[in-house]
């Protein structure tokens, strides 16, 4: 179904959505199913959102609803279940079955491939994306009537009209600025460190996760497929992506990650991508002003420790879409609680991505070390402790 077009450049809808990611995806997607017409904005072309290489874990959350709105096909039969994870540190390695602990476990299925699914979905449902925009603006947000502009591809001025705006443009897009600085508080941490991310044609060489902590740095062997696997190490901040070959990477994830330990060996194979990654935890109130809403990364960002940043982008649609049905039908009750009910679970996943990165990195003080280790070996060994990590990296219902 697409919008109505009423005047040469003017679009009406009923939710107008800033951003192709994501959030902005499948909460077009959720709208749908409410008998909810969206536009969608995105600046950037199809292949190009697509293509990113961004989140690989979903939590049992985000599967749950994924499956439920027929977007679990191709996640069943190519996303591989994980029970738990692995926490090491030199000369032990630990293993965390979230499974014996909480019941719940967490997919391996890239970012990249949940973007796929959406985008044909989308595409099947004759959803209306507008790509490769400039120029985006917000109007009219304390009316009944808020807009968005923009120029399209051929230069033309176009206004989406709608009875609600959905801010999905991730951590630099213009809708969290468009609530005014008056009612808008803000909260950051960065951190004295970033990742190296790599990925490698490479058989993993483990069966889960491994979330390694060393004198040397941080480590993580994670993974997208049986032949590809996804790799990162704590660097300093700024470090230039040429300081560091693939030989050094390797070799820093041979150390750190305990190659020859207990007859463990790491394979090493093609690197195919790789980027430097700062890390950041950053959250936005409210997450709604009048008739703008703000979800995903628009509203927070976390660092990618603790495997949270796709997931929580789609726990805030999953609350948004049932309170944006009900704003259109007249009802406000929930559009009325979104942020407040949004903000308790993004403070949440905000603690213990900054509790996880916080027990991983390294800072070379050595009274920091101790703690560290104190910490992995408390966890590694008491179920209270490893049953707090298991209960939310793989995710608290929907709603906590
Ligand atoms: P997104 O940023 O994905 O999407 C926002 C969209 O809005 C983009 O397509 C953008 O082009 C568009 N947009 C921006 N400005 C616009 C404008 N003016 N007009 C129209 N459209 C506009 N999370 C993890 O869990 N694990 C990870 O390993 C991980 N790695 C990451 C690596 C990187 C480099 C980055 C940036 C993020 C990473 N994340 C990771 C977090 C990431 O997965 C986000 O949480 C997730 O993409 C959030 O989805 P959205 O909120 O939809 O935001
Ligand atoms: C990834 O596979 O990209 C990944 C996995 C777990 C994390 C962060 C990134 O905590």
Redesign the pocket.
């Known amino acids: 179904m697409t919008a109505t077009l009423t005047t040469m450049d003017e679009v009406r809808t009923q939710v107008a959505i ?7 995806m499948v909460l077009s997607h959720l709208l749908a199913a409410e008998g909810i017409e969206s536009v969608v ?4 072309t199809e292949a190009y ?1 697509a293509s990113r290489i ?4 979903l939590e049992q959350s985000t599967v749950d609803l994924l499956r439920a709105n027929g977007l679990g096909g191709r996640l069943d039969a190519e996303g591989h279940q994980h029970r738990g994870i692995y926490l090491q540190w030199p000369g032990e390695r630990h293993h965390l079955d979230f499974v014996d602990l909480t019941g719940r476990s967490v997919w391996v299925y890239g ?1 990249t491939e949940v973007q796929k699914d959406l985008v044909a979905a989308r595409h099947a449902a004759g959803q209306q994306v507008f790509y490769e ?1 400039a120029d ?1 603006a917000l109007h009219d947000l304390s009316s009944d009537r808020p807009s968005v502009t923009f120029t399209s591809p051929s230069g033309s001025s176009v206004r989406v009209v709608a009875d609600a705006i959905a801010g ?3 951590s ?3 809708s969290r600025g468009a609530v005014p600085e008056s009612v808008r508080q803000s909260w950051e941490r960065l951190y004295p460190y970033s990742w190296l991310g790599i990925l490698a044609n490479v058989a993993p060489s483990t069966d889960e996760l491994i979330y390694a902590w060393h004198p040397d740095g941080f480590a993580l062997h994670s993974m997208r497929s049986d032949t590809v696997s996804r790799f990162y190490v704590q660097v300093p901040n700024d470090t230039p992506i040429g300081e560091w070959s693939d030989d050094r990477v390797w070799e820093a994830l041979a150390i750190r990650l305990g190659h020859g330990q207990d007859g463990w060996s790491l394979e090493t194979g093609p690197v195919t991508s790789r ?1 430097v ?1 700062p890390m950041r935890s950053f959250v936005a109130s409210p997450m709604r002003h009048g008739r703008l809403f703000l979800a ?3 509203a927070h960002i976390v660092p ?1 420790t603790g ?5 929580l ?1 789609v726990a805030d649609v999953a609350l948004l879409a049932p309170a944006l049905a009900g704003l259109v039908r007249g009802s406000s009750a929930l559009a009325d609680a979104y942020s407040d009910t949004a903000l308790r679970r993004v403070w949440r996943c905000t603690h213990f991505s900054w509790w996880m990165t916080s027990m991983l990195h390294t800072s070379g003080d050595p009274f920091d070390a101790e703690l560290q280790l104190s910490q992995l070996r408390w966890v590694c060994s008491s179920d209270a402790g490893a049953t707090g990590l298991a209960e939310n990296y793989a995710g608290l219902p929907i709603g906590f």
């Open positions: 800033i951003g192709a990611g994501p959030a902005g904005v995105e600046t950037r959102v961004r989140a690989g874990i970012q925009v985006t999905c443009d991730g630099f897009g213009p980027a990654l995903g990364d628009a990618p495997a949270k940043g796709l997931n982008a």
